[in-house]
């Protein structure tokens, strides 16, 4: 069975930091690649970052040059960290695994979620 636990999210103050952990159990996580996707009140979910197997990395604009993914196979986890955060950061973050072949999906495989809110 399959689990992706996330945890690290809470509350903090405008501009400071948080980390978010992403572990896995049931699968490697260096053969996926991930995602941390966020979902505020009242919108869609959106995608944050990601890192592929290779350790290739892409940013939504919005957060650029403030947050970083990363991975520790050894643990099997993959990292959000997020600083200088901003009100508008504020959403329920969740990551996900994926794998595909050909462009084709052939697993995907997603988080709980962990909330974060920004306050000023």
């Known amino acids: 069975q399959v689990q992706l636990v996330e945890s690290g999210g809470g509350l903090v103050q405008l501009g400071g930091s948080l980390r978010l952990s992403c572990t896995a159990s049931g699968i490697r996580l260096s053969s996926y690649t991930m995602g941390w996707y966020r979902q505020a009140p009242g919108k869609q979910r959106e995608l944050v970052a990601t890192?592929?197997?290779?350790?290739?990395?892409n940013y939504v604009v919005s957060v650029k040059g403030r947050f970083t993914i990363s991975r520790d196979s050894s643990k099997n986890t993959a990292y959000l960290q997020m600083n200088s955060l901003k009100s508008e950061d504020t959403a329920v973050y969740y990551c996900n695994a994926n794998m595909a072949y050909r462009n084709i999906p052939i697993a995907d495989y997603w988080g709980q979620g962990t909330q974060v809110t920004v306050s000023s």
């Open positions: 890192i592929s197997s290779d350790g290739a990395t």
